[in-house]
C-alpha cells in the first residue's frame, strides 16, 4: 500500500540546477581562473585534469577531447581502423557508437543485447566475429559495465581488441575493474546530463598502452607534432581549458553523486515492491560483482507510450533511451533492405526499445518526488 504525498510534486527528469546550487561559488571561482589565464584550449587546466582522472579511474593515460564522440572516434582513427574493418557492436545504444565506426570508413556490425542488462550479447559477438574484425565495441549501458570478463576473454582468444564505450559510465566496475580501465581505451563523455558534467561539450579516452596514448594525443590535434608539422590526419579534439576547469570542481563530488543515484535506485526498488508493482514493471538489475552507477533508472513494461503521457499529464519528466535501434535507422540501413531485415535478428534490442523508460534518478531526488512517480505509475497499472 502506497503512501501519498500531501500535494503532487513536479520531478522533472534531470535537475541540474539542484547540482549546481551548492558548488556555485567554487564554480565561478574556477571560470574566473581561466578567464584571467587567456588560455582557453588545452594548457595547465586541461593537463591538471588528466592526471586527476587517471588517477581516480586509475589508468596510467587520461586524454582530454572535445566531447564522447570525438573520444571514440579518434580511438578508432588512432588504431587504423577504415575501409574493410568491421567492428561489432551492440544495436541498442546512442547514435555515436556506430556512427563513429562508419565515419572512419569501417563497417560496423550490429548484435543482439542482453534483456536483463540491456548490454552486448556476449554469444552473439563472438558468432558476429570473421576476419575482417578488427575491433569490439561494447557500450556500459545506462551506467552499468558490460560482461567484460567474457568479452576479453573472446579478445583474446580471437586477437580482437575491445574497446569501451564508457560515455554513461564513468565510476561503474566490473569485479572491482572500473570502466575504461579494462579494455585496450575507453572513451568517456562529459554531457552536461552525464553523473560527471561539464558546461558544454567534453570527453576523454584513458588507456594503459603507451603507444596508443600517444598516438592519441598526436589524433586529438591535427596529428600535429611538432607545431605545422603533419605526420598523419587527425582531427579538432581538443578539449576546452573552460570546461576542464569546471569538471575539475565537480570530479571531487564524483562519489558522493553517485552514492545518492545509487541510494534513489534501492528506494525506488522499495517503493515499486510496496505499491505492489513488480510484477507489472520490471526495474534495472545490478549482477553480483558489478557496480551500477545509474546514469539512467530505466524500467520496461507494457504500453510505454501511454504510460509516458500518464506521467507527463502528472509533471513527471521521462525519456526513452532508445527509441529505434541501429538496425531500424535510416543511416545504417543498406539501400535496397527491409527496414530492420532480417526482422527476427535482434528481438531483445527491438523489445527494448519499445518498452523501456527512463525514470528520474538524479541524487538530489527526494522521497516525496519518487513516491509520487510510483504513485503515479501505480495509478496507470492498477487503477
Not at 579538432?236 to 569546471?246: E, T
Amino acid at each position: 500500500m502506497t503512501t501519498k504525498p500531501a500535494a503532487d510534486v513536479s520531478v522533472p527528469l534531470l535537475d541540474l540546477t539542484a547540482q549546481y546550487r551548492p558548488i556555485r561559488d567554487e564554480i565561478l571561482d574556477a571560470m574566473i581562473r581561466v578567464a584571467d589565464s587567456q588560455r582557453f584550449i588545452m594548457g595547465p587546466e586541461v593537463e591538471a585534469l588528466e592526471r586527476e582522472l587517471a588517477a581516480m579511474i586509475g589508468v596510467r593515460h587520461a586524454i582530454g577531447v572535445s566531447s564522447g564522440t570525438d573520444a571514440l572516434l579518434a580511438i578508432l582513427m588512432a588504431l587504423g581502423i577504415g575501409p574493410g574493418a568491421e567492428v561489432i557492436t551492440p544495436t541498442y545504444s546512442f547514435v555515436a557508437t556506430a556512427g563513429c565506426i562508419t565515419r572512419v570508413g569501417a563497417t560496423p556490425v550490429f548484435v543482439d543485447i542482453d534483456p536483463a542488462t540491456f548490454n552486448i550479447d556476449v554469444e552473439a559477438a563472438e558468432r558476429a566475429i570473421t576476419p575482417r574484425t578488427r575491433a569490439i565495441l561494447p557500450v556500459h549501458l545506462f551506467g552499468l559495465c558490460a560482461d567484460m570478463t567474457r568479452l576479453l576473454a573472446l579478445g583474446a582468444r580471437t586477437g580482437v581488441p575491445v574497446i569501451e564505450d564508457c560515455a554513461q559510465a564513468i565510476g561503474s566496475t566490473d569485479h572491482g575493474r572500473q570502466a575504461g580501465t579494462m579494455g585496450l581505451a575507453g572513451a568517456f563523455s562529459f554531457f552536461p546530463s552525464k553523473n560527471l558534467g561539464a558546461f558544454g561539450d567534453a570527453g576523454l579516452i584513458t588507456t594503459n598502452d603507451d603507444a596508443l596514448a600517444r598516438e592519441i594525443a598526436l589524433v586529438r590535434n591535427h596529428g600535429m607534432e611538432p607545431k605545422y608539422y603533419h605526420r598523419r590526419i587527425g582531427g579538432n579534439f581538443r578539449l576546452d581549458a573552460l570546461q576542464a576547469a569546471v569538471l575539475r570542481v565537480k570530479a571531487p563530488h564524483l562519489a558522493a553523486w553517485t552514492a545518492a543515484r545509487r541510494r534513489n535506485a534501492d528506494r525506488y526498488r522499495e517503493l515499486f515492491a510496496s505499491a505492489g508493482l513488480t510484477d507489472r514493471v520490471r526495474l534495472p538489475i545490478e549482477p553480483d560483482g558489478f557496480h551500477h552507477i545509474y546514469n539512467q533508472f530505466v524500467v520496461r513494461g507494457p504500453r510505454r507510450d501511454q504510460l509516458r503521457d500518464h506521467l507527463s499529464a502528472h509533471q513527471i519528466g521521462t525519456e526513452i533511451y532508445y527509441p529505434v535501434p541501429f538496425h531500424r535507422q535510416e543511416c545504417f540501413v543498406k539501400p535496397g533492405r527491409a527496414e530492420g531485415s532480417p526482422a527476427t535478428g535482434f528481438p531483445q534490442a527491438d523489445d527494448a526499445a519499445a518498452t523501456s523508460l527512463a525514470l528520474p534518478i538524479y541524487g538530489e531526488l527526494t522521497r516525496d518526488q519518487q513516491q509520487q512517480v510510483v504513485n503515479t505509475i501505480a495509478g496507470f497499472y492498477l487503477s
